[in-house]
């Protein structure tokens, strides 16, 4: 009878080489892939943002509401197009009678009043100007704030659940939601 020395075998020899020699060719693929560039959409300034939400807050004092769309800012003399766009684009995305020829780079919610939630966003960018950088933030009550995207998308459910709410309470009797109307028989 033959006695079996201790130790491993060499099948298991085997596997265990073959295991680190697929994790150091995966290592040397992904060191020696090129990487692809990450790239960062446009986006406004803290500075220009929180310039946004102040003017706006002019316009509504001078008025005595809030601008119904941004471009209400410019025709008024409160803001240049130049100010609702990233300043690292050149040119700037506007034509010669001070309208914007695109959106800018910032969404704006003209449904808040001064006196829904201060926790409901008014402004905020919409894209971020750098790796690990923040959303820019004005919110309802004239506050400026720099937010990691979850605490971002947080702020935005509030002021959409608060903005559908609103709509829901204003809707006249009778009227009901497109797809409810499709939905019923006839």
């Not at 919409?126 to 919110?139: C, D, E, M, S």
């Amino acid at each position: 009878m033959k006695t079996r020395k201790p130790g491993y075998g060499i099948p298991f020899l085997a596997g265990v080489g073959l295991f680190f020699v697929s994790l150091a060719v995966a290592y040397l693929f992904e060191f020696f892939t090129p990487k692809q560039k990450m790239t960062y959409l446009p986006a406004l300034t803290g500075e220009q943002i929180r310039r946004l939400g102040a003017e706006a807050e002019k316009f509504r004092v001078n008025v005595g509401r809030r601008p119904i769309r941004l471009q209400e800012l410019i025709a008024g003399g409160y803001l240049e197009p130049r100010d609702f766009f990233d300043p690292s684009r050149s040119p700037t995305p506007a034509d010669e009678v001070g309208q914007l020829t695109m959106n800018p780079d910032v969404i704006y919610f003209p449904a808040l009043a001064p006196e829904d939630p201060p926790d409901t966003v008014l402004l905020c960018t919409i894209f971020l100007p750098a790796r690990k950088a923040r959303f820019r933030v004005v919110f309802n009550d004239g506050r400026y704030a720099s937010l990691p995207a979850g605490e971002l998308v947080a702020s935005l459910q509030r002021t959409y659940t608060y903005l559908g709410a609103k709509v829901a309470r204003k809707t006249p009797p009778g009227l009901t939601a497109p797809a409810e109307a499709q939905s019923q028989p006839q």
